[in-house]
């Protein structure tokens, strides 16, 4: 087994998240294409304005990560100095060529002397992401990496997915200890070939193997994952306050907590999935930021996700300190600013309408 | 479409870099590297707050070439807190509830798109505050 502990200590110096402001109800999804018979795998997802994609989410975030690091010895300005690496995870990068990543960099002030890449796997291309950037500080290559989770998901219309892809996403700035406002205590991750769903280059709706996505993909992986972690950390489920999971919907992160040993207690802080769907790899990473808001110090909380493909990254964190907002907004204010829209208005706002 | 233009302006567009007059201290938007209250040379760079107010507006229905998939939309002359007052796009608002002197802020988007071949332009637009 390969955990993972970082020689120097690391941790999250400042964190954000983004949500759009528009909201699809499942039952306009369903009663367009079932007569209102499907059953709702969530109440609502959010859907992107015609502005907003991978890069203006993720550099609202970044900004947030940014404002909330700010403090007695550090500025927005010593940060931009001082961020060496702007990573972004994401199945929805604008373009096919051109990285979202230095668009992030330059807006957040980050260019020229930065690392800067796109990053890749499926749901949970945002946590190995985060995995690196701890690495990436730790060996003191960097003295502080922006870690992004940030999606703009694809379902195919009438499709199980379409309920479900919503889009948003989080950052996470990961710096020195003595700057953190979470400790990153230990890591894990977990993958083998499992061939779940994909996208094939050159095709805009994913594919999915329907129920075999459930147990020897979700929950194969998150268990394996999940439970690594902590049995080479000598802890159990009870240890910690709160637990949060990848969110295809709302079923299978309370099933799979459930079978893992947590709460629902445990687990209801950090689940979005309700209000604003599955944001795919910014899903388990946007969770964590609603637990952060909130969290007193001392606590300790379980973070696993889960990439089709497949993989799932477990990660244990301690919060150290409350943050100062300095302007940041919370996630829970995100999900509550919401204008409810209908099935007509949604293919307007994917673009599924040709004007041209 | 005029890629140069756009990369020349990019730190303008997505982060709202002015300058600022050594001279007089007057704040300068866009960047123009001649203080336009006192005519001396100005070339301090300067990041504005995004921070503003709606000075006027008006909600386009008829949208020019390029910009037909974002219609309706309101434009606005936003008077920063700064001082300049920039012509910009509002976001994340209906129409109908634009005023005068609602107070609003910075946000990158998508300004516009160059056909499914062309690159995409980033740049600032306003929301409620």
């Known amino acids: ?356 | 479409m005029e890629v140069a233009r756009f990369w020349r302006t990019n730190k303008q567009r997505y982060q709202l870099v002015g300058e600022e007059c050594p001279h007089c201290k007057g704040k300068i938007f866009p960047p123009r590297d001649i203080c336009p209250t006192c005519d001396k040379e100005a070339k301090v760079p300067y990041v504005f707050s995004g921070k503003g107010e709606v000075f006027s507006f008006s909600t386009l229905h008829q949208a020019p070439a390029g910009f037909e998939r974002y219609a309706p939309y309101t434009v606005a002359l936003v008077k920063l807190s700064e001082g300049p007052m920039v012509t910009a796009q509002l976001t994340d608002v209906d129409a109908n509830d634009v005023k005068i002197g609602m107070p609003v802020e910075m946000v990158t988007r998508v300004l516009r798109e160059d056909g499914e071949r062309g690159m995409l332009v980033y740049g600032y637009k306003f929301r409620p505050a």
């Not at chain 1, 991750?189 to 095709?203: C, H, L, M, N």
């Not at chain 1, 902590?230 to 295809?248: C, G, I, R, T």
């Open chain 1, 1 to 356: 087994m390969s955990f993972m502990k970082p020689s120097k200590p690391v941790g999250i110096v400042g964190y954000g998240s983004y949500v759009p402001r528009y909201r699809l109800p499942g039952e306009e999804v369903s009663e367009l294409w079932t007569e209102g018979n499907a059953g709702l795998p969530v109440r609502e997802k959010s859907v992107p304005g015609l502005d907003e994609d991978v890069v203006t989410m993720s550099i609202e975030a970044a900004r947030n990560a940014m404002k909330r690091a700010t403090g007695a010895h550090l500025t927005i300005e010593n940060l931009q100095q001082k961020i060496g690496a702007v990573w972004v995870g994401s199945e929805s990068h604008p373009y096919a060529v051109k990285p979202t990543s230095t668009i992030v960099a330059e807006a957040i002030g980050a260019t020229p002397f930065t690392q800067a890449a796109d990053w890749q796997f499926a749901c949970k291309a945002g946590t190995e992401a985060f995995q690196a950037a701890i690495g990436f500080v730790s060996s003191g290559m960097a003295q502080y990496a922006m870690a992004i989770g940030m999606d703009a998901a694809q379902g195919r219309p009438g499709d199980a997915l379409e309920y479900t892809a919503g889009a948003g996403g989080a950052a996470y700035l990961i710096g020195p200890i003595e700057d953190a406002l979470v400790e990153i205590e230990g890591s894990l991750s977990y993958v083998t070939d499992t061939p779940d769903f994909w996208r094939r280059q050159y095709e805009k709706f994913p594919e999915h193997a329907g129920r075999f996505t459930g147990e020897p993909a979700y929950f194969g992986h998150i268990m394996s994952s999940a439970n690594a972690l902590m049995e080479a950390m000598a802890l159990k489920p009870s240890d910690f306050n709160y637990a949060v999971f990848h969110q295809p919907n709302a079923k299978f992160p309370l099933k799979v907590g459930g079978e893992l040993g947590f709460s629902k207690k445990q687990m209801e802080l950090g689940m979005l999935v309700n209000d604003i769907g599955n944001t795919y790899a910014g899903s388990c990473m946007i969770g964590l930021t609603a637990v952060l808001d909130m969290a007193q110090p001392g606590e300790r909380i379980l973070v696993t996700s889960f990439g089709s493909g497949a993989g799932s990254d477990s990660f244990c964190l301690r919060v150290l300190r409350k943050p100062e907002h300095n302007g940041a907004v919370k996630t829970r204010d995100y999900v509550a600013r919401r204008k409810v829209i209908d099935y007509a208005q949604y293919t307007r706002m994917k673009g599924y309408y040709k004007l041209n």
